[in-house]
């Protein structure tokens, strides 16, 4: 008996080692090994932190790199199904194309980004379309938290680079 325990004892051990390893902007898929009632399972799980952004917008908070706005801009040009420049002009059919996909998200630059809830909308004149409900942040420094109509974070139409990912 006792040398059923050590092996399970070492089993247990060994198995926890390999525990989710992730790097911030590259996707990875790593084993994760559940022991139940002396049973392993094993179960894929893929970590990728703009997919993370999409599920919960705080989880920018956790993101350690030096500008967690530009590691989200790198990752998702790999990953977004259509990225559109905006600008007043492009704006309106680009929301309405929007509603065609799962999520949405605006950068501003490096230092601001949104996901849209294209359920609420408030008309614009500075954008002249009504402007979808967003939450995000701005980078002033740190990231400050955001959640207001997109028009209000994202600034007047101007000549920085704003761009809709679309996924």
């Known amino acids: 008996m006792k040398s059923f325990t050590i092996l399970l004892l070492l089993l247990i051990t060994?198995?926890?080692?390999?525990e989710n390893k992730t790097t911030e902007t590259s996707v990875e898929t790593d084993t994760k090994t559940e022991i139940t009632n002396t049973k392993v399972k094993s179960k894929t799980?893929?970590?990728?932190?703009?997919?993370?952004?999409?599920?919960?917008?705080?989880?920018?908070?956790n993101d350690n790199s030096a500008n967690p706005i530009e590691t989200f801009q790198k990752t998702a040009k790999n990953s977004a199904k259509a990225i559109i420049n905006l600008n007043k002009e492009t704006i309106k059919t680009a929301l309405e194309k929007a509603k065609s996909y799962t999520s949405a998200v605006i950068t501003v630059e490096n230092h601001t980004i949104v996901k849209l809830n294209?359920?609420?909308?408030?008309?614009?004149?500075?954008?002249?379309?009504?402007?979808?409900?967003?939450?995000?942040?701005?980078?002033?420094?740190?990231?400050?938290?955001?959640?207001?109509?997109?028009?209000?974070?994202?600034?007047?139409?101007?000549?920085?680079?704003?761009?809709?990912?679309?996924?």
Request: glycine content about 6%; overall charge negative.
């Open 118 to 167: 294209l359920e609420d909308c408030k008309p614009s004149g500075a954008w002249a379309t009504c402007m979808p409900k967003a939450e995000g942040y701005i980078k002033k420094g740190e990231l400050v938290y955001q959640n207001d109509y997109a028009n209000n974070i994202i600034g007047l139409p101007d000549s920085q680079e704003r761009l809709l990912y679309l996924f």
């Open 45 to 61: 799980v893929t970590n990728n932190s703009s997919i993370a952004f999409l599920s919960d917008v705080k989880s920018l908070e």
């Open 14 to 18: 060994f198995s926890c080692k390999d």
